[in-house]
């Protein structure tokens, strides 16, 4: 039995495709059109996954959407009555009108037509947004039973649920409805910050260690109430989301201390201490929703699922605390992952198949996007004369990416199938040493071109992680953050280098402040991945083989992509990125290709223009 699930819309539109419970594949349509977070109906990821599946449409047993247009509807006619008692319904007008009155609501007939069918069925399945989240992230888990989290902006009504799911059965039990949202308020802060919402929440995330949490008593006395079971409630005078207007207003604008920031625009002591309190917050409201989850469902396992799951730093602090045994999040968390979620709840739900269970996640390490065969590759290269090097032996392939790590030379790395959500997770990665001090401002700067305070995630062996990190687990999809263990680290003092007379983070940023310092954060964290054979042997290896020869199991992994651009998908792809950039060695499969002896490569226009930054 085939299902086909959709997301679209909205942002981050996906397809996905299981078979008789079992994922074959699923991508986000950014990565076809190279327009990223594109929230068009993702006619080129249906068709990948279809072709992945060696399927047509007419073979499909259904077709399911992730979102309940008609409850979304019910919200902006109800959210316009709010803002008519205002006299104030103009930009709200303006701003949903169209996408709900012209596209949303006429789903089926979009899904139709694009695809010349919608299956077996001849109509669409549609789950409801917050019910899509949680069954991405129960049913691939690899639980029995678990309590489910989901937490985003909003999705018809809900912005945070609390649900139980128990072998083929999954139910949402509690619901905290828009216009509160814990999510819209982090976004807030992010627009606030200077940042744009829904792509620039994690460098909220990565700006917070630098700043002191002295905005979280005054967001908690005049922002939000926050109960002792996680439930909580917004002071709607501070936002303007709720009127189709920007995230906050001058009200809130006057409760710190002046206007927004201006987007790229100099850092001020002030964002930094915002990103800081507004995460201390999120964690805050995380932590006590878990303990009210336990206390609902008992159950020792957690899954979580929507936008907020995607906050590592929250996510490793819930850990810690230790309130559940277990805890797996669905890598795509955000709404791409809602693809995958409308159609295992249509397969268990609707169809009322049996759930088989397996001793790890049914993820297949969320590398279910396209691959490239060496074929194709060396038909690319050759095509357009471009020189590689090309490894009979994988043991020489291995020793020179090691030696190349190891000489400090940045390497694009394009393997194997694409991962589906918005990890990079070792076969669209950019790679690097960890062990160089000025790698982190090197490959932001001069290669991702975008902000110097943003860190890099370590990749480690999974079974070296606790002789670098304080993780006592495995974190394959790069959603949990840890210390590095205190015998790695280097004295470093933030404050003395920062303080509201210098805002200049790059010194921050070249200090080391442990053995690996490139992947050390200001606070001594790092976003782990683990990586283990079983899920990815190729990356696996090479992290073997970096470890035999300098005593590391540990590489700087960063998506293959520049500002604004989504990670790469093709060979082509990957290869005008590594031109475009200060980029040293490309990596196609087991090819190999060096930028000094690359053919000069011209564009007609300035490609910066091609990408809106996030």
């Known amino acids: 039995m085939f299902i086909l699930g959709i997301s679209a819309l ?58 309940n247009p008609i409850l979304t ?59 899509s989240h949680a069954a991405s992230a129960f049913y691939p888990s690899p639980f029995e039973d678990a309590a489910v989290i989901t937490m985003d902006g909003v999705g018809e009504w809900a912005t945070t649920t609390i649900g139980y799911g128990n072998k083929e059965d999954l139910k949402i039990l509690r619901q905290i409805n828009y216009p509160h949202s814990i999510g819209l ?3 807030a802060f992010t627009y606030f910050c200077g940042f744009k919402v829904n792509s620039g929440d994690y460098k ?55 206007e927004r920031r201006y987007p790229e625009s100099a850092i001020t002591k002030r964002e930094m201490d915002m990103a800081a309190s507004a995460q201390k917050v999120v964690e805050e409201v995380l932590i006590l929703t878990a303990k009210t989850a336990k206390e609902i469902t008992r159950s020792k396992n957690l899954v979580m699922a929507g936008g907020v799951a995607l906050n590592c730093v929250a996510n490793g602090k819930l850990l810690k605390e230790k309130i559940f045994d277990n805890i797996w999040i669905q890598p795509a968390a955000g709404d791409a992952g809602g693809a995958l979620g409308c159609a295992f709840y249509a397969y268990y ?94 490959i932001n700067l001069k290669i991702k071109y975008r902000e110097s305070f943003r860190p890099f995630a370590p990749s480690v062996l999974k079974e070296t992680v606790l002789d670098y990190f304080e993780l006592d687990g495995e974190s394959p999809y790069m959603l949990f953050c840890a210390n590095v263990q205190e015998h790695l680290r280097k004295e470093f003092s933030l404050d003395s280098l920062l303080d509201a007379s210098n805002m200049d983070m790059l010194p921050v940023v070249n200090q080391a402040r442990s053995e690996i310092p490139a992947v050390t954060h200001v606070d001594y964290s790092a976003r782990i991945q683990t990586v283990d054979e079983e899920r990815n042997p190729e990356y696996y290896r090479i992290l073997r083989q970096l470890q035999k020869d300098t005593g590391y199991a540990v590489i700087i992994n960063t998506s293959f992509n520049v500002r604004g651009e989504p990670i790469v998908c093709t060979p082509e792809d990957a290869y005008r990125c590594f031109m475009r950039t200060g980029m040293d060695v490309l990596v196609l499969n087991h090819m190999i290709l060096y930028k000094e002896q690359q053919p000069e490569f011209v564009e007609w226009e300035d490609w910066r223009k091609s990408y809106e930054l996030d």
């Not at 104030?88 to 949303?104: A, E, N, V």
């Not at 409630?233 to 906050?248: I, K, S, V």
């Open 10 to 67: 909205y942002h981050d539109s996906a397809a996905a495709l299981i078979k008789d419970g079992e994922i074959i594949a699923a991508a986000q349509e950014e990565r076809f059109t190279r327009k990223k977070h594109d929230l068009s109906v993702p006619i080129n990821a249906i068709a990948y996954c279809l072709k992945e599946a060696g399927i047509d449409v007419g073979q499909l047993d259904a077709v399911a959407f992730y979102d």
């Open 73 to 131: 509807m019910e919200r902006f006619l109800d959210n316009l009555v709010f803002a008519a008692k205002t006299d104030d319904t103009d930009d709200l007008m303006k701003f949903s009108y169209d996408s709900i009155f012209g596209t949303k609501l006429w789903i089926h007939k979009e899904l139709e037509q694009a695809l010349g069918g919608l299956g077996k069925l001849g109509k669409l399945l549609v789950a409801e947004h917050h019910i």
């Open 185 to 187: 308020l982090y976004s």
């Open 204 to 258: 909220l995330m990565g700006l917070a260690p630098y700043g002191k949490p002295v905005y979280y008593d005054l967001i908690k006395e005049r922002l939000i109430n926050i109960k002792p079971d996680g439930s909580y409630r917004l002071n709607l005078e501070y936002f303007d989301y709720q009127y189709g207007r920007a995230m906050t207003n001058e009200k809130f604008a006057e409760l710190f201390g002046g």
């Open 349 to 442: 739900q609707y169809y009322g198949k049996k759930r088989v269970i397996g001793i790890s996640d049914s993820q297949k390490g969320s590398y279910l996007g396209p691959a490239f065969s060496d074929e194709e590759i060396v038909k690319f290269l050759s095509q357009n004369e471009y020189p590689y090097e090309k490894f009979e032996s994988a043991e020489m392939f291995y020793q020179k990416i090691s030696a190349l790590l190891q000489d400090e030379k940045v390497i694009g790395l394009c393997q194997g199938r694409m991962e589906y959500g918005p990890r990079a997770l070792g076969n669209r990665s950019i790679l690097g040493n960890p062990r160089s001090e000025s790698m982190q401002s090197q």
